[in-house]
């Protein structure tokens, strides 16, 4: 147990009772018709089936009864094994049993659906459900549900915490590694079907020919388990690559060339997906440097891919040094041209305004660009949350922002409204998780970044699901369906994404990282190359109180939100506690809701993420005897750096703030056990950097 096979173990059911029902239900499978992806489709339901039933069952061309028949909707009609009346929906598919012969049907209207359907069955299985008529009709919310690797071409992964690239640029196209097909079929499992393969901050070698042939060769690993291949195209490629003098979107040459370098990739990849472009944004080109728009850049590529069918999805991460406040650049750059993209166009948005933090309040681009079709960008990889050795289970954080209101069209304009095109009825739409995928034995470094991995696909799936429904789900395939285990590990993981923002950031507080590497706290921080990589910059802390103001007497960031949400934050007083720091500098003395000062609040809520990450570390011990000791003794390992961590990030932010507050800390509360001096002379023998 090295943690390889992630979710899809697929032991032997350990419940004798349940075991021999699923036998019963289950004798053979049928695969109707021929093709890579149904090829796919029969060898997981094998692998699958013998594996959890622990018998070889047959895969038979004449199904009787009690067979699993996987086929698409025209497949099983010729053949007259769909049942009368079935409902295939147009996406997702149908599973369904006949109860005249108990068959039970997976069917689609595509092998890739059939494929999610079959995962679907398995996961019941894994999870020891019944699978007694069963009635499912399942389609996804959100068309593209990708994945961003930050992967570097000499396989360095940006903010990556597991190992080096999976992507072997060296030794492909030639060399087919079997990590890339199990990568595939973990990616299928949970309806992921895009993945961009290299760093948003892109080399353009990528895009020569060798390479091309690389991604190639890739692309056809990941086709038949429908997940197509994008590419972070750099803007100024037609310079370093194709030798011209500018990469003027407007110029005719700039132009072709990147239509014959569309036409070029298509020739190899005729189901590419198209180009995710990081533009004007930390130093990148972009079509700024030529007087141009992001929508002039987005624009000049898309029409390079549009006779393709290809899109382009423009980052709206940017932020200038110049302005007031970072919070409103993106905003600012990008509402002025709405309207204005090509129709194959995606304006990617990180979930907040900043940068990824523990906890942020949603970007208020999600309510202000109603007719460009926006796509959510989270980040897997926990490059702000413990990086890899963090147990931070991030379903929380990720629902949080699908689930708060933009109030854009009125109450119940939620962000996944307008991520899943809903809200202004848009068909194209995305969501795209920065992946925490390296080459480590069990992909993510932190065997729980894999319920990352897992919750993301889920969501991009349905983000109706629960935090604690996923959670389940993933626990019971990954370590056990023993209700001890489920119930313990469900606590922790639940229990997990407060506890980071507490003991990192609480009520608020944002960005006081050390700079550079982002692992551990710097509050004092300020002398970066500009001052918005300066922790000082967010937490503004001074004799008076602490936090940003952002309400009308600060930078009035808060006025790109709709007036509802306004309200919700613009008064010191009524803002939750949670966002209190974001939008306001609070005099120490502030009485919270609690009933607290705000700085015995502060302590309290530090000590409190302490307290629950101890918390964490003791339920996990009780399930010594439970868990198999090789993940076991690593999860223990980690909790541990986590604990020290926290107290650290505790320690720090308190001895370091109470230089302002000048206030005593509460009696009943550990005391750091060092001064502030000593954590500032601290160096990291080693943290990863970017
Ligand atoms: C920041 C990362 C940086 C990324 C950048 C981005 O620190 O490594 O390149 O975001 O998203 O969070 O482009």
Known sequence: EDGYRL???????????????????????????QSPTMDAVKKELELGLNGLLDTKIAVTSRPGGNTIIAGTREALTTSKLLPQGAQVPADGFLITTNVANGNTIITANTATDILYGAFHLLRLIQTHQSIENLHIISSPRVKLRLLNHWDNLNRYVERGYA??????????????????????????????NGTVLNNVNANATVLTAPYLQKVAALANVLRPYGIKVYLSARFSAPIEIGHLKTADPLNDSVRQWWQ?????????????????VKANSEGQPGPQSYGRSHADGANMMADALSPFGGIVIWRAFVYDPQANDRFKQAYAEFTPLDGKFRKNVLVQVKNGPIDFQPREPFSPLFGAMPRTPLMMEFQLTQEYLGQGTHLVYEAPLFKEVLNADTYAKGPNSTVAKVIDGSLYDHSLSGIAGVSNIGNERNWTGHLFGQANWYAFGRLAWDYTLSSEQIATEWIQQTFSNDPTVVVSIKQIMLASREAVVNYMTPLGLHHIMGNGHHYGPAPWSNNAPRPDWDPVYYHKADAKGIG?????????????YQTAVQQLYADSNTCSDQYLLWFHHVSWQHKMHSGRTLWNELCHKYQEGVDTVGAMQHKWEQLKNNIDPERFHQVQMLLAI??????????????????????????NYEKPDHTLEYYQQQRFPYAPGN
């Open 7 to 33: 979710w899809l173990r697929y032991n032997h059911i350990d419940n004798n009772k349940l075991l021999l029902s699923y036998r019963k239900t289950i004798t053979a499978i049928h695969v109707a018709g």
């Open 163 to 192: 190992g080096i690239s999976i992507w072997n640029w060296h030794t492909l196209p030639d060399y087919i590694d079997d990590r890339y097909t199990d990568y595939a079929r973990a990616n299928a499992s949970v309806g992921i």
């Open 260 to 276: 014959a370098k569309a036409k070029e990739i298509y020739q190899l990849i005729p189901d590419f997906g198209g180009f995710l």
């Open 548 to 560: 940003f103001d952002r309400t009308a007497s600060g930078t009035n960031a808060l006025q790109q």
């Open 642 to 667: 986590q604990h020290k961590d926290a107290i650290w990030w505790r320690n720090v932010c308190l001895l370091y703030f109470q230089t302002f507050s000048q206030m005593p800390f509460p009696a």
